[in-house]
DNA sequence: ACCGATATCCTGTTTACATCA
DNA sequence: TGTGATGTAAACAGGATATCG
């Protein structure tokens, strides 16, 4: 740009040197190019050329109807001398006027690209150079994608607000539903204890009647379910139970080194040493499904069950012991 | 295909003006 | 009323790219 007019080649508004200056206060219409001869410095203080050029009559030589071009000078205020001085000097940046506002805008809600033709019919009706026409187009883009980027990060400042109320609402949910399963584990695990401990009392008066021919041993190891404990007075009766296996009773449901056993009587064991996410993974993962879920989602060894046609509830499974606490 | 001239766009900067405290 | 600070628009500078002969 502004290289036609400092001899750098051509840029910006190209052209001008077939351009007729239209409105050169003085008269005439004369080549541009008579004003913006190349300069061996486009930065050369002396060269102020297209700034003058900014002053314009009509093309019928007339003053320009709206107003004058250049408005910060008063004649009024100066003497004929300041006013001798001011048009020998090079012509200050003055801003369009509203008309000439308007028209341009009009004419960028058409097409905020500027073709040639266009460029020289709006310099034509505005009575503006070609130059000016472009330069203006050229910083309307620069303010009207400086508005669109304001607009762009506006939206997505909103949209991340909303996000972000929606997710601290969603971990608020989280956490009282998280203190709501707590609670109800707590309940669950004391209803348990009480169970067991009034099913093991009346197993005890049971083997007191009962003497045993044969001692229960448990094989598994894996004697926590609650259908265990009925399974294991059953076994009691049923001398082809796997139980029996060296003759010696284990009472698989108070094994302390039984891992599982342990979740059964001792869960506070379990929790106690760990972080509250870890002590709720226990929960969730071990706990929960082997001693508190119902049976089908408490899963024998691998080695013992075939896993071929999974439960239907596999799904519930998977859910609850991949809960993200 | 390559090159130079020309034109336009974009981005950043400078300059001049208008407004306000 | 004069003046400095500040915001804004006009103009400029330079790089990138496209088109054309």
Known sequence: MAACASGGGGRDGGGLGTILLQNHRGGASQPLGSFFLPSSSSSSPSFLGQRSIVRFDDTNGSTTTSRPFFTAFDADENGDDDL?????????????????????????????????????????????????????????????????????????????????????????????????????????????????????????????????????????????????????????????????????????????????????????????DLSQDEADNHNNNNFCCRNLLPDQYVFPKLEDEDYSDPPASFEDQAFWSSWPY
């Open 84 to 272: 001798d001085e001011y048009f020998r000097q090079p012509e200050k940046k003055r801003r369009l006027s509203v008309d000439q506002v308007q028209f341009l805008e009009k004419s960028f809600e058409v097409e905020n690209k500027l073709e040639p033709e266009r460029k020289i019919q709006l310099a034509k009706d505005l009575g503006l150079q070609p130059r000016q026409v472009a330069i203006w187009f050229q910083n309307r883009r620069a303010r009207w994608k400086t508005k669109r980027l304001e607009k762009d990060y506006d939206a997505l400042q909103s949209s991340f607000d909303a996000l972000k109320a929606d997710y601290d609402g969603l971990l608020k949910e989280k956490d009282k539903l998280k203190t709501e399963i707590n609670l109800l584990t707590d309940k669950l695990q004391k209803k348990e204890r009480a169970t067991r401990t009034l099913d093991l009392s009346h197993n005890d008066a049971m083997s007191r009647e009962i003497p045993l021919e044969k001692p229960i041993v448990d094989s598994s190891g894996a004697g926590c379910k609650q259908e265990d404990i009925s399974s294991a007075r059953s076994d009691i009766f049923d001398a082809d139970s796997p139980h029996y296996t060296d003759g010696v009773v284990h009472s698989s449901l108070l094994e302390a080194g039984d891992s599982i056993s342990s979740y059964v009587f001792e869960p506070d064991n379990q929790s106690s």
